[in-house]
């Protein structure tokens, strides 16, 4: 599967982005799908994951600021942040991951696919 990130940007403090992934070489559907961040110098973290059962999950960071859908055709996500602060800053980026035994088992931070990113500021 292929990932292209968009829709990052410069925002202000309590400002709202909605960042955008479009998979294409096989319908996301089949995978683990995630968001993953790094700030510069920091390590990479999770942000948020959709697992091939449809489950949902917000790291603690955004929790209840967050959320992920997607195109109805399973060939874009989405991730909205509402919120933002400046601790938001980083680069993000969409990842996936084929499920083992039919499970997501994996921490999102070590999906094995990942797009190029796009680059969120928020100041």
């Known amino acids: 599967v292929q990932l292209v990130e968009s829709g990052g940007g410069s925002v202000q403090a309590g400002g709202s982005l909605r960042l955008s992934c479009a998979a294409s070489g096989s319908p996301y559907s089949n995978y683990c799908m995630g968001w993953v961040r790094q700030a510069p110098g920091k390590l990479r973290e999770g942000v948020a994951r959709v697992d091939s059962d449809g489950t949902i999950g917000y790291e603690d960071s955004v929790k209840g600021r967050a959320s992920i859908s997607d195109d109805g055709a399973k060939s874009t996500l989405y991730l909205r942040i509402d919120n933002l602060k400046p601790e938001d800053t980083a680069m993000y980026y969409c990842?996936?991951?084929?499920?083992?035994?039919?499970?997501?088992?994996?921490?999102?931070?070590?999906?094995?696919?990942r797009g190029q990113g796009t680059q969120v500021t928020v100041s």
């Open positions: 990842v996936a991951d084929l499920p083992f035994n039919g499970y997501c088992g994996r921490p999102v931070v070590d999906f094995y696919y």
